[in-house]
T-cell receptor
Framework: AQSVAQPEDQVNVAEGNPLTVKCTYS??????LFWYVQYPNRGLQFLLK??????LVKGSYGFEAEFNKSQTSFHLKKPSALVSDSALYFC?????????????FGKGTTLSVSS | GAVVSQHPSRVICKSGTSVKIECRSL??????MFWYRQFPKQSLMLMAT?????????EQGVEKDKFLINHASLTLSTLTVTSAHPEDSSFYIC???????????FGPGTRLTVL
């Protein structure tokens, strides 16, 4: 079965420190990979995506993610965390050979940045 | 990025009434839209995939007669919760696929409370 794993329910970092939110996937073929962020009582905001090309993709608010095909990972990173980055982060995948299908989501990781 | 609006943002209704939620893609056309349900501190659960001009495809366990979906145009999909009951109380989020960008964009969500 195709799936997305976010192994950490919560990640805690101090403001100014680098952060990593992990994501691994199990999908057939070459997937499209996405990160979204959700603030309380809000919908999901698109952060970044990997479709093809350079394995390191840069997105909104200083976030970036690295696609690693051999490890089937797409970890989200930011060099210096802000308190305002505290939110719920979702990794999502769509097999690129299944046009029209919905994204497969991970369970989400809560990021807490302390001042 | 592309914008998806959702209306209303919050609705409180009595048990037995029907509630309609609208989802609009504001600056792109969306052949495919998706409806999700999210429980507190959980990931998104796909309810159905809505294709413009055709019947929606419902996920297993989702009652199509209870959750009516209409995708009458390339910018509008509606979800009607018929004869709502307290167990239907939830956060409903729509999403629209921007085919050109190969990306799903999400609405801000609708908080439904059935008394």
């Amino acid at each position: 079965a195709q799936s997305v794993a976010q192994p950490e329910d919560q990640v805690n970092v101090a403001e100014g420190n680098p952060l990593t939110v992990k994501c691994t996937y199990s999908v057939s073929g070459n997937p499209y990979l996405f990160w979204y962020v959700q603030y309380p009582n809000r919908g999901l905001q698109f952060l970044l995506k990997y479709i093809t090309g350079d394995n390191l993709v840069k997105g909104s608010y200083g976030f970036e993610a690295e696609f690693n095909k051999s490890q089937t990972s797409f970890h989200l990173k930011k060099p210096s965390a802000l308190v305002s980055d505290s939110a719920l982060y979702f990794c999502a995948v769509r097999p690129n050979n299944q046009a029209g299908t919905a994204l497969i989501f991970g369970k989400g990781t809560t990021l807490s940045v302390s001042s | 990025g592309a914008v998806v609006s959702q209306h209303p943002s919050r609705v409180i209704c009595k048990s037995g009434t029907s509630v309609k939620i609208e989802c609009r893609s504001l600056d792109f056309q969306a052949t495919t839209m998706f409806w999700y349900r999210q429980f507190p501190k959980q990931s998104l659960m796909l309810m159905a995939t809505s294709n413009e001009g055709s019947k929606a495809t419902y996920e297993q366990g989702v009652e199509k007669d209870k959750f009516l979906i209409n995708h009458a145009s390339l910018t509008l999909s509606t979800l009607t919760v018929t004869s709502a009951h307290p167990e239907d109380s939830s956060f409903y989020i729509c999403s629209a696929r921007d085919g050109a960008a190969l990306t799903q964009y999400f609405g801000p969500g609708t908080r439904l409370t059935v008394l």
